[in-house]
């Protein structure tokens, strides 16, 4: 898929999808959201990839959302509801896919580009990343879930200053404070991200898949619903071929299917 503003390539077992507009610093127009959104459906329905890298082409991420469009006609109140749901439906695709999805920062990564980043499992900057959540210096409040991720990252008292200053954060900061997971220089973020997600080529996705949708819960629901989602899960898993299989080479002393990972980071 090579659809100009939205980029598809495959790395072995990793989807890597490029914002690829340099010329706006990948700000996200009407089109390359829904190009964006089929970027994401295809990562997810395609079985032979097990991770997806989220980067943005020309040194820099993602600009946010692109505002120089004219404006629709219609009452501008419902227009900018259902636009942003609209974008919702698949950010939270993003959030939700059952893959380890990594996010690639170079340069800006500003307003809903911050965001986009933020909907990542894990996030790479390079030391010429810049983050930078502008939203109050043009009038609005975060968007595209900056509060629902933001806090989780930082802590509440900490995003509350980096969205209320609107000020820019660099690389060095952003791991400092727990934003990004890993700072690497400009030349190889890229080698960097994909050498990152080809560490899950042997897990089992479903199982990474549907802890990760458990652990996206973990705030907001109560430990017993956690309980139940925990034990539904662990049975769907002891009935899996690959359940069966990893257990016997287990118990055989057998190379393990998915010898997992050093430290991530």
């Not at 598809?8 to 077992?13: C, I, L, P, V």
């Not at 595209?144 to 509350?160: E, F, N, Q, S």
């Not at 819960?217 to 925990?230: K, N, P």
């Amino acid at each position: 898929m090579n659809e100009g503003k939205i980029l598809f390539e495959k790395d072995g077992k990793t989807a890597v999808i490029t914002l690829n507009r340099p010329q706006r610093r990948n700000a996200l127009d009407d089109e390359a959201k829904q190009l964006l959104a089929a970027a994401i459906r295809r990562a997810r329905e395609d079985r032979a990839v097990s991770s997806v890298v989220l980067t943005g082409a020309g040194g820099h991420f993602c600009s946010g959302a692109d505002l120089a469009g004219g404006p629709e006609e219609g009452e501008m109140p419902f227009l900018v509801r259902d636009g942003l749901l609209s974008a919702h439906r698949w950010h939270a695709e993003l959030m939700d896919l059952e893959k380890p999805v990594i996010s690639a920062i170079d340069g800006f990564a500003v307003g809903a580009g911050l965001s986009l980043a933020l909907g990542a499992d894990f996030i790479i900057a390079s030391d010429k990343a810049r983050l930078l959540s502008n939203f109050p210096r043009i009038g609005f409040a975060p968007d595209l879930g900056l509060m629902y991720t933001l806090p989780r990252l930082v802590g509440l008292v900490r995003a509350k200053e980096i969205v209320f200053s609107a000020r820019e954060i660099l690389a060095d900061e952003a791991l400092r404070i727990g934003l990004v997971q890993a700072v690497v220089p400009a030349d190889r973020l890229r080698e960097t991200a994909v050498a990152f997600a080809r560490r899950f080529d042997d897990a089992p996705t479903h199982v990474l898949g549907m802890a990760k949708g458990i652990m996206n819960r973990t705030f907001e629901t109560d430990r017993h619903a956690m309980t139940q989602l925990e034990s539904a899960v662990q049975g769907l898993c002891a009935a899996s071929r690959y359940n069966t299989e990893a257990v016997r080479r287990f118990f055989a002393r057998e190379a393990p299917l998915y010898p997992g990972a050093d430290r991530l980071f």
